[in-house]
């Protein structure tokens, strides 16, 4: 659920807390689909880790009235075909391949999502009621729920977003089959063998942004978007204390007559220990394309780039389409 959606969100470091106004505010900022004009549907795909995990989005939303509007996404995280090979040597110590079998290990995240206009003008806020589902195959299982709370305003053309994601305290409580469990408990020696803590913990964590959208010529758009993003322990983020770690994100779009849009952002400032014991700030740089036609939107970016990433790029596809396009 900390991953992120659209490829045009992600091609700008995430910058778009306070920007985000179509059928992705479901999970970047609910109070946004109160922007929503008709009906949206948004897809996204990507690989992870040499294309062994698949990671995919789908959300929905349209609007209630002038005032609210609702939303509803899923997504899934997971690897597929691992193989189990537990039971790969017989009781009488003979190695048997036909004994391996495959299983998957997958996470899902559930969202349903709702926003309404607060009577004060410029202000609007929504909400996130989340399931979140975790499978290890046959060993264990997990259910868990939680709620994001969202808030934006705009005066003078300058937009400001909140973010509070996991507010009450996301809680995924694990249901581990000991007869399966068994079977790993002495595959070595000394290890293993007590059951795993049945309960898992999410904390509450911030999000802070300020964006603004510069008009040139009529037909160019510059979007300029920033963010701080806050968690409640100690990290080794750009800002770090006992109480709280900030790591801030810089974003922009440009645009071309609301057709072609090229992005760049860079985020996850990180204070990284070296093997002298220095300290050095490595960064995540992000860029992006997009193009837009008749309700379509095709969105692509290139994420954790060159030398400054910890894990190798992705490459992120993405698809958004509003539906009252076609019906007119």
Not at 147 to 156: S, T
Not at 184 to 210: H, M, R
Request: proline share 2%.
């Amino acid at each position: 659920m900390n991953i992120g959606v659209d490829a045009a969100a992600l091609g700008m470091a995430n910058t778009v807390v306070s920007s985000t106004n179509d059928v992705n505010s479901g999970y970047w900022n609910p109070a946004g689909l109160v922007n929503l004009e008709d009906h949206q549907v948004a897809l996204m795909h990507a690989n992870y880790f040499a294309n062994i995990a698949k990671y995919d989005y789908i959300a929905y939303a349209s609007p209630i009235d002038d005032n609210s509007a609702w939303g509803v996404s899923l997504i899934r995280f997971g690897v597929d075909d691992i193989l189990n090979t537990t039971e790969l040597i017989d009781s009488q110590g003979n190695i048997d391949y036909n004994r391996i079998s495959l299983f998957s290990t997958a996470d899902y995240g559930f969202t349903f999502s709702y926003a309404r206009r607060l009577p004060i003008e410029g202000f609007q806020y929504g909400a996130n009621a989340k399931i979140i589902r975790r499978i290890i195959g046959k060993f264990a299982s997990a259910w868990g729920f939680g709620f994001d709370a969202g808030l934006q305003f705009e005066r003078n053309n300058w937009k400001f977003g909140l973010m509070a994601r996991d507010i009450t305290t996301t809680y995924n409580v694990w249901n581990i089959d000991e007869k399966e469990y068994k079977k790993v408990s002495d595959a070595v020696e000394g290890q293993n063998q007590e059951l795993p803590e049945s309960t898992e913990i999410t904390a509450p964590k911030l999000q802070l942004g300020l964006s603004k959208k510069f008009i040139f010529h009529y037909d160019y758009s510059l979007l300029a978007a920033t963010s701080l993003n806050m968690r409640f322990a100690q990290t080794n983020d750009l800002i770090t204390t006992k109480f709280a770690s900030i790591d801030p994100a810089l974003g922009f779009e440009f645009g071309y007559t609301d057709l072609v849009f090229v992005r760049a952002g860079v985020g996850n400032f990180q204070n990284v220990e070296q093997l002298d014991s220095t300290q050095k700030v490595e960064f995540q740089p992000n860029i992006g394309l997009g193009f837009k036609y008749k309700g379509i939107q095709v969105d692509y970016a290139l994420t954790n780039l060159g030398n400054q990433g910890t894990t190798l790029y992705s490459n992120i596809f993405s698809l958004k389409v509003d539906l009252g396009q076609f019906r007119r």
